[in-house]
């Protein structure tokens, strides 16, 4: 599929279009809510919307993508992948290690969780996937551990259901370290953001823009596919013409009917579209960046 030069756009595109259509990796603290984190970010930036990447309780710390402006559209591709924790369980009684990585085998791979009273989603019993959960260390009762975990898993939930096998355990402390493709390499506090944001406000945009991510960067979650060079075709696909294979200067044959792509004019982002099946149609928008 088409390579898209990232670092070219974040490089060549004025701050004020980077802030439409981008996404910054925020270091979320203990005791915000993500979304007083997201509100804070739109209203630092003047901004008429923002979004976040996967609800964090407000005692969990850690990667919380940021979505701005019209990036916001592309939440849902984002948000179904893998996240991964680091986090202190407390046992309720002594256990051997080796006792302890045995019993946690059982919640390895598909297990059947129920939200918490308190999550925002409808209670009813959910198979989620554990990718991982290996144990870091220990100290006395206290166990870091690291796990890696389909979307929508409750962390907590987890711990106390491992309790329930091994005696009683809660979690004491937790911090993602991964949420979908973004990670802790490159993560930035409040405190940081704020900086950035005076010294833009003072005409210095480039702590800012060493932040922010294009949202372009949807390419590396989905195929990216070339539209052919025609000004004329460009302005019918972005009022959301259907596309045909002669549009495209890309091979689309090895997708599957449904499979989404990206669609880009060299560098520049049209929207997210899904592949079908009817006849000469093979692709329909699902959102255009008009």
Do not use: W
């Amino acid at each position: 599929m088409a390579y898209i030069d990232l670092a070219k756009i974040k490089e060549t595109k004025p701050i004020e279009e980077l802030l439409k259509f981008s996404i910054l990796n925020i270091d979320k603290p203990s005791g915000p809510t993500s979304f007083q984190v997201s509100q804070y970010v739109k209203n630092a930036l003047n901004l008429n919307k923002t979004s976040h990447l996967g609800t964090l309780d407000p005692k969990v710390s850690g990667v919380l993508p940021i979505l701005l402006g019209r990036a916001c559209r592309l939440s849902d591709y984002f948000m179904h992948k893998e996240k991964t924790y680091v986090g202190i369980m407390r046992l309720h009684s002594d256990m051997q290690i080796s006792l302890l990585k045995e019993k946690v085998k059982k919640f390895i791979g598909k297990i059947s969780q129920l939200p918490p009273v308190r999550s925002r989603v409808k209670r009813e019993v959910r198979e989620r996937e554990i990718k991982t959960f290996e144990i870091l260390e220990t100290d006395k009762k206290d166990v870091l551990f690291k796990t890696e975990v389909e979307a929508g898993t409750y962390i907590r939930k987890l711990v106390h259901d491992i309790g329930l096998e091994i005696g009683g355990a809660h979690m004491l402390e937790l911090r993602r370290t991964k949420a979908s493709i973004f990670t802790e390499e490159k993560l930035y506090t409040l405190y940081e953001l704020e900086k950035a944001i005076e010294n833009y406000k003072k005409g210095d945009p480039s702590l800012l823009k060493q932040m922010i991510t294009p949202a372009e960067i949807i390419s590396e979650i989905m195929p990216a596919v070339q539209l052919i060079k025609n000004k004329n075709l460009l302005k019918k696909v972005l009022t959301g013409k259907p596309l045909f294979k002669e549009d495209l200067e890309t091979n689309i044959s090895s997708l599957k009917t449904n499979e989404n792509f990206c669609l880009f004019k060299e560098d520049i982002f049209i929207g997210v579209y899904k592949k079908v099946s009817e006849k000469e149609i093979i692709a329909r928008p699902e959102f255009v960046f008009n």
